[in-house]
């Protein structure tokens, strides 16, 4: 077995992994699970707080103690564990502590398996920058892979993807990876302790940076852009299969697949990465990086007004513009970096690029994401539910009447009973009301 076939084998499992569950966690928590939006956004921001120093800490202890590739086997090992140990909790606070530590262990194993790969493409005198692109496309290969089989297996009659029997998928995929790291070519481990800082050891220094205006600008928009993404991660599962609550999509295909709709985004990834050589000879990183924020608002506009009807078109941009959105920006953003900081603080500096991407911008969009999208459409039932009930009864010959809101025996509002009457009551989903709020858009934009 040659060693770069032996290179895609560890590349695929590995975010693999990470795709049984990544994208389709948030419809698990918030449907069967039943958690509220800021409960969802706290697992998916877990990967920035494990962002934030694990790789660190890992990478040291590759690097002095234990060989790379023993590590990485180590790290998922554990990480399987409580993988399995979280897919029997259906408490938030067990739940939560599970996927936290799974997450801590995972994350630093997408840095130690490159380290591994190079360095066994260095074992074997082979270019690095030549064999290794080819060899990490099997990793999104494999992540798509694992999105299709989740959606497309079903498990008593219901996908893989609805229920905790994901979490057992990655697990089982965690533990052959682990068991195959160790048959893996060996890294070497210096033991010579190095006279530097703590400061320089966990790569501190380079937040100076900061102190550069255009740098710091850099740095702020990659964390806004982290946070971005972790909207459709989250909760991009779950605001498809909602149009499942109304009846005209209730049987869509793109409501029973939506994890098949959303691994075009992973597949359009694949494809634009071999776009970016010819942009970036073409236009240069700083527009690349302009046409990057261009196709991240494209991206979530379409996604706003697509629906698996007559807006179904929208939604399958909204998916291949997503490869030019996250390509586009990682890519070239690393390359600024690159260009824009000394070889001392090099490494460093791409480490804080991948802190505030990954780190702060997936902890703080989490969050932000969780809380917003559900007391958006809290305040937009408010608002418009009265409107939006009164016309639904017309347009189905309907009696026009409302059900007053229970209010505990307190006074009207006014005197006069016409301004005391409450909106219907409506069954609440997560994002119903914002869906057909941009049924309406999507209606108005029709030919």
């Known amino acids: 077995m040659g060693i770069k076939f ?12 990470w795709g049984s569950w990544l994208i389709s966690l948030g419809a698990y928590l918030g449907g069967g699970l039943q958690f509220t939006g800021l409960q969802i956004g706290s697992f998916f921001a877990t990967m920035g707080i494990a962002s934030l120093f694990m790789p660190a800490l890992m990478g040291i202890i590759a690097d002095r103690w ?20 979280a897919a029997s909790q259906t408490a938030y606070g067990p739940l939560y502590t599970c996927m936290l530590m799974s997450v801590m262990f995972y994350m630093p194993t997408i840095a130690l398996s490159n380290s591994v790969a190079y360095n066994a493409l260095d074992l074997a005198k082979l270019d690095a920058v030549k064999h290794f692109p080819p060899i990490r496309v099997w990793g999104t290969v494999g992540f798509i892979a694992a999105m299709w089989f989740v959606d497309l297996v079903q498990i008593g009659g219901v996908q893989i993807k609805l ?54 600008i850099f740095f702020i928009f990659s ?9 459709t991660n989250a909760f991009g599962d779950s605001y498809i299969q909602n149009f499942g609550t109304m009846p005209q999509y209730a049987d869509s ?55 698996p009807g007559s807006g179904a078109v929208f939604l399958i941009l909204s998916m291949i ?30 480490g804080v690029f991948m802190i505030m991407t990954n780190g702060l911008g997936a902890f703080f969009g989490s969050y932000a994401a969780g809380s917003r ?35 505990g025996g307190r006074k009207p509002l006014t005197s006069n009973p016409r301004h005391n009457k409450r909106p ?9 009301f914002i869906i057909q709020s941009s049924q309406r858009i999507s209606t108005e934009l029709s030919p």
């Not at 032996?6 to 695929?12: A, Y």
């Not at 790379?68 to 998922?76: D, E, P, S």
């Not at 586009?328 to 090099?346: A, H």
């Not at 219907?424 to 119903?432: D, G, H």
């Open 424 to 432: 219907e009551t409506i069954t609440f989903r997560p994002f119903s």
């Open 66 to 85: 234990i060989p790379a590739q023993k590590l990485l086997g180590i790290c998922q090992l554990i990480s399987a564990g409580f993988l399995v140990a």
């Open 223 to 231: 964390m806004l852009l982290g946070a971005a993404l972790q909207i």
């Open 253 to 307: 295909p793109i409501v029973r697949h939506s994890v098949i709709l959303l691994s075009l985004s992973q597949m359009s990834e694949t494809f634009c990465i071999l776009l970016i050589p010819f942009f970036l000879r073409r236009f240069g990183i700083k527009w690349v990086m302009l046409i990057s924020m261009l196709a991240w608002v494209l991206r979530f506009g379409f996604f706003g007004i697509g629906n």
């Open 163 to 216: 229920t905790y029997w994901q979490l057992y998928v990655s697990a089982i995929l965690s533990l052959i990876l682990a068991i195959y790291s160790f048959t893996l070519p060996g890294c070497p481990v210096s033991h010579a302790r190095k006279s530097q800082s703590w400061i320089d050891t966990l790569g501190l220094r380079a937040f100076a940076l900061f102190k550069e205006k255009r740098m710091a």
């Open 6 to 17: 032996r290179l895609i084998v560890m590349n695929f499992l590995q975010y693999a992994i």
């Open 373 to 407: 999208c559900f007391r958006l459409a809290r305040i937009m039932v408010y608002l418009c539910g009265l409107r939006a009930g009164r016309r639904h009864r017309l347009r189905n010959g309907l009696p026009l009447q409302t059900q007053a809101r229970r209010d």
């Open 321 to 350: 513009v997503y490869g030019v959105a996250f390509d586009f920006f990682n890519i070239s953003g690393s390359l600024f970096v690159e260009k824009e900081t000394t070889p001392d603080i090099r490494s460093s500096a791409q």
